[in-house]
């Protein structure tokens, strides 16, 4: 190689560029355009919240268009919705976001070298989603006192039922994303937030299922969190605790978590099988 040519390559290294190149920027958006082609999950995310908010809020202001005196005859009823889903928001991020941890730090491949099960990572994914939860949801709900004078823990005892059913379908949507991110890779990690709030305009959250139309009110009575939102609403409206409500949330969620447990233990065996477990991190 020439000194002149030395001497030139040196300059573009290390010269600071002052024009604009159209082709660099071409350049660049293409490295994103390519990473989106080949990626579904972040595809789907770029119409997805737009299109979840529009969903909920549409079906929140058609509900109270019609009921406007509805927040006043039970006070506290949106305050103690927002912390209930929160509590479900958090329990499927206690499970997702610590395994797809372990993957960013290739570290699956050294968990199971060790004598751990895929029941007993499960069970502790669960339990570290009840601390989590826990850690989260609690400083919010002594602070909804003196801010909006709403203390949620008048719920008494159906608090623990409505806590412990949200937790539960919570870590099944969390073990369900973390069966799809073994499958898909880490292209899919957007799945631990988009999953959750798919479901939010079908769970009854800040409305009954009542507002929803006829056909959708089957879908969102399939799932447990629209039957202990509705039982939330009934202690506050009436005083009355829903055993109805209560059971079928409990079914509805021993169902769930042992499809979506089967479902995981499926993605794990297939993951051994391809060699993900090696390949998949940060």
């Not at 529009?54 to 109270?64: C, D």
């Not at 509705?230 to 409990?250: D, K, P």
């Amino acid at each position: 190689m020439s000194p002149e040519h030395q001497h030139q390559i040196h300059s573009d290294v290390c010269m600071p560029q002052t024009a604009f190149s159209a082709r660099r920027i071409l350049a660049v958006m293409l490295r994103h355009l390519y990473v989106l082609r080949r990626s579904w999950p972040r595809l789907l995310e770029l119409a997805y919240w737009p299109l979840i908010q529009m969903i909920l809020w549409g079906f929140v202001t058609k509900f109270f268009m019609g009921h406007s005196s509805w927040v006043a005859e039970a006070a506290g009823v949106l305050i103690s919705a927002v912390l209930l889903w929160d509590v479900l928001f958090r329990a499927n991020l206690g499970v997702s976001l610590p395994f797809i941890e372990e993957m960013w730090s290739r570290n699956l491949a050294q968990l199971f070298v060790s004598p751990l099960r895929d029941a007993e990572l499960i069970t502790a994914l669960i339990l570290m989603s009840l601390v989590r939860t826990l850690i989260s949801v609690t400083p919010a709900a002594f602070l909804a006192m003196p801010l909006y004078d709403v203390w949620v823990f008048e719920l008494g005892i159906p608090l623990i039922a409505f806590f412990a059913n949200l937790l539960v379908f919570g870590s099944i949507i969390g073990i369900t994303v973390a069966g799809l991110i073994l499958r898909f890779g880490l292209g899919a990690e957007s799945l631990c937030w988009l999953g959750i709030f798919l479901l939010a305009p079908i769970s009854a959250i800040y409305y009954p299922v009542d507002a929803l139309p006829q056909w959708l009110q089957w879908v969102a009575l399939s799932l447990p969190s629209a039957h202990t939102f509705e039982g939330m609403r009934q202690v506050l409206f009436e005083g009355t605790f829903s055993w109805m409500h209560f059971a079928w949330a409990v079914g509805l969620n021993a169902v769930l978590l042992s499809s979506a447990t089967a479902f995981f233990l499926y993605m794990m065996k297939q993951a051994r099988i391809k060699g993900l477990l090696m390949s998949q991190g940060e």
